[in-house]
């Protein structure tokens, strides 16, 4: 029997030809990807910016990094996350998925390693869950990634 601190509460994120875990605390909302707004002169993994909850939120094609840029089709998600760490509180952003999220309960024993896909950029770590790959997105260089380090908020 597994105790409670050994369950994670998760989404399987569908995104290219795999799947990313995060915690489902780290996911404020999960939308439809429609009526993006392009953003001139972005990197080509932003596909635009989306209106939620009156602000602007960028939409991420992160499977751009290991795969085919996706294509926003009817059964396409916008998931929106929460700021990551040392951001300000209004930096929401959000990953474009193939599908809707999976919610999982994850026993951390049960769940196997894998190294096959370490090199992957921005995966911190490959899992195999269910028989699919998975993998968990590395926060820190995401963050570096999304925002100029000289651009940081103040550290409070």
């Not at 369950?7 to 030809?17: K, T």
């Not at 799947?19 to 996911?27: E, W």
């Not at 795969?67 to 929401?92: C, D």
């Not at 590395?138 to 409070?156: K, Q």
């Amino acid at each position: 029997m597994a105790l409670a601190s050994d369950r994670i509460h998760a989404l399987l994120l569908p995104v290219c030809d795999r799947y990313l875990l995060v915690p489902s605390a780290l996911v404020a909302e999960i939308g439809i990807a429609e009526a993006l707004t392009p953003v001139p002169l972005s990197p080509p993994w932003v596909l635009g910016v989306m209106n939620w909850r009156s602000r602007p939120v960028p939409v991420c094609d992160l499977g751009r990094f290991w795969g085919p840029p996706a294509t926003i089709g009817p059964k396409s998600r916008a998931v929106v996350f929460y700021p990551l760490p040392g951001r300000s509180e209004r930096e929401f952003f959000a990953i474009l998925t193939n599908a809707e999220p999976q919610s999982r309960t994850i026993e951390t024993p049960s769940v196997l390693l894998t190294d096959e896909d370490a090199v992957h950029p921005y995966l911190a770590v490959s899992l195999d869950i269910d028989g699919k790959r998975a993998g968990i997105p590395d926060l820190a260089g995401l963050t570096e990634l999304f925002y100029d380090p000289a651009a940081a908020p103040p550290a409070r």
